[in-house]
């Protein structure tokens, strides 16, 4: 079965900065979707970005990039430029079938 | 455009009683799933459901079931409810893509279950 780790349970960031989050997963598949999400309090969950397996270059989406690394099974997102209302729960999750399978979240918060 | 709409927002009801939940997918979507988020956890896949079918179904008991009706929405049903099933129950909408890609999955707002 497919598993999601993330390690660091919260992470705090100075307003302006750069955050990176971590996500290691664990699958014998080769073809598949990495994604991260945003929780805020309000708890909808909102796609931050998504990544195909096949695709080498790194996704990108305004300030939010990420860092993947298949051999490693490693997908890390970085925050530029942080903002207030970036504080939230993120997840990673592991998709493949249409299925996701989510890590533990990190709570991101923001120093004004 | 509409996005994921659920129903109702909270809920409490007693232990052994029975709820249902109900999701309205993204315009344009025709594939509901459903997952449980237990208080400072990751959302965990129930199942999901294409052309009125459940498709896959993650490690639940048989007291939830569901169902997809012909306009593409959906209800998740949880019978005998036990303390443990005070969650967030998030539906997700998405266009079934064929079995070996992923398409994005859409959250609504989450309906919050509390057992008593």
């Known amino acids: 079965a497919q598993t999601v780790t993330q390690s660091q349970p919260e992470m705090s960031v100075q307003e302006a900065e750069t955050v990176t989050l971590s996500c290691t997963y664990d699958?014998?598949?080769?073809?598949?979707?990495l994604f991260w999400y945003k929780q805020p309090p309000s708890r909808q969950m909102i796609l931050v970005i998504r990544q195909e397996a096949y695709k080498q270059q790194n996704a990108t989406e305004n300030r939010f990039s990420v860092n993947f690394q298949k051999a490693a099974k490693s997908f890390s997102l970085k925050i530029s430029d942080s903002q207030l209302g970036d504080a939230a729960m993120y997840f990673c999750?592991?998709?493949?079938?249409?299925?996701?399978?989510f890590g533990g979240g990190t709570r991101v918060l923001v120093k004004p | 455009d509409a996005g994921v709409t659920q129903s109702p927002t909270h809920l409490i009801k007693t232990r052994g009683q029975q709820v249902t939940l109900r999701c309205s997918p993204k315009?344009?979507?025709?594939?509901v799933s459903w997952y449980q988020q237990a208080l400072g956890q990751g959302p965990q896949f129930i199942f999901q459901?294409?052309?009125?079918?459940?498709?896959q179904r993650g490690n639940f008991p048989d007291r939830f079931s569901g169902h997809q009706f012909p306009n593409y929405s959906s209800e998740l049903n949880v019978n005998a409810l036990l303390l443990g099933d005070s969650a967030l129950y998030l539906c997700a909408s998405s266009l079934m893509a064929d079995s070996q890609s992923t398409d994005t999955q859409y959250f609504g707002p989450g309906t919050r279950l509390t057992v008593l």
């Open positions: 315009s344009g979507h025709d594939t």
């Open positions: 999750a592991y998709g493949a079938g249409n299925k996701l399978t």
């Open positions: 699958t014998s598949e080769s073809d598949y979707y």
């Open positions: 459901y294409y052309e009125e079918e459940e498709r």
